[in-house]
């Protein structure tokens, strides 16, 4: 059961990009996160309202790691991503997101103590290896967007990374809604003030159209709302490194969806660095 859901997840994950591509076409990154974060933190206040017996006191001494998990969720995490997905291709923000579980590993072995040895260095080497093999595909143009947008993706997928390691902590000693609806609405509080303080024309009552409310809600409700409760809870089930593996089978659903929606053409360099990344990620998980 536990594997299904996680499927079920990088399903939503995957369409995720999708969804957020079209979106930016019309929309500024900004208002589409302020508007994810709005309607998930609506959709997690009811969901809680329904689970009132898991509602407990926080803890003092986790406030703080609350507050952490809130500003990676929104103003990093999501920011970083919508941001880049409207510089560069679906595909390669998917692929991104593929090397969190490396980035889980760096972080262990930075912060807990974790050991290398040399099958796990030779991964990270490899995932890295792909990533660069992703960047080159137009050039290491500094200032064109899509190279731009690829590093962005790349600091979004590290800010998933802490995310879910920080994450696992709080999951299992409040549960994986009521953990999920904490660092929503924390991430949100945090991220109304820095909206409003952000350049451009962030006009919230621009473009919304029924498509685009539509996006909206699909990104609020089911990526945020349930995909995120779904990989919390399996944070409960397995481990976190072990979890991060899954992420592998979203660089190859986006690219499918991006072909047949986009038609995004699915290239050399990025089937290059997919396979590249993808072997890094899985010698890192087995040694």
Request: hydrophobic share 55%; net charge positive; charged share 10%.
């Amino acid at each position: 059961m536990i594997h299904f859901l996680i499927l079920l997840q990088q399903v939503i994950a995957s369409s995720t990009h999708i969804v957020a591509k079209g979106l930016t076409f019309g929309v500024t990154p900004a208002v589409v996160l302020f508007y994810r974060a709005a309607i998930s933190c609506l959709v997690y206040i009811v969901w809680m309202s329904f689970k009132r017996k898991e509602i407990r006191k926080i803890d003092r001494k986790d406030i703080k790691y609350i507050i952490m998990l809130g500003v990676l969720n929104i103003p990093l995490n999501q920011f970083l991503f919508l941001n880049a997905i409207s510089m560069t291709t679906a595909p390669n923000v998917s692929l991104a997101y593929a090397l969190t579980p490396a980035f889980v590993f760096v972080i262990a072995v930075i912060f807990l103590g974790e050991r290398m040895n040399m099958l796990k260095t030779a991964g990270i080497v490899l995932a890295i290896a792909g990533a660069v093999i992703l960047l080159s595909e137009k050039g290491f143009n500094f200032t064109s967007d899509g190279f731009k947008g690829d590093l962005l993706a790349l600091a979004a997928s590290f800010a998933w990374a802490l995310y879910t390691i920080l994450g696992k902590k709080i999951t299992r000693k409040y549960g994986a809604i009521y953990a999920t609806t904490l660092s929503m609405v924390t991430g949100f509080i945090f991220y109304i003030p820095i909206f409003f303080l952000l350049p451009g024309n962030n006009d919230l009552t621009a473009e919304l159209t029924e498509m685009n409310l539509l996006g909206f809600v699909y990104l609020g409700a089911i990526t945020s709302g349930i995909g995120y409760a779904i990989w919390y809870y399996a944070l409960t089930k397995i481990d976190a490194s072990k979890l991060a593996v899954f992420n592998n089978l979203q660089p190859v659903l986006t690219a499918a969806l991006a072909f047949f929606i986009f038609d995004t053409p699915i290239t050399l360099y990025f089937i290059g660095g997919a396979v590249t990344v993808i072997t890094g990620v899985v010698l890192t998980q087995k040694g």
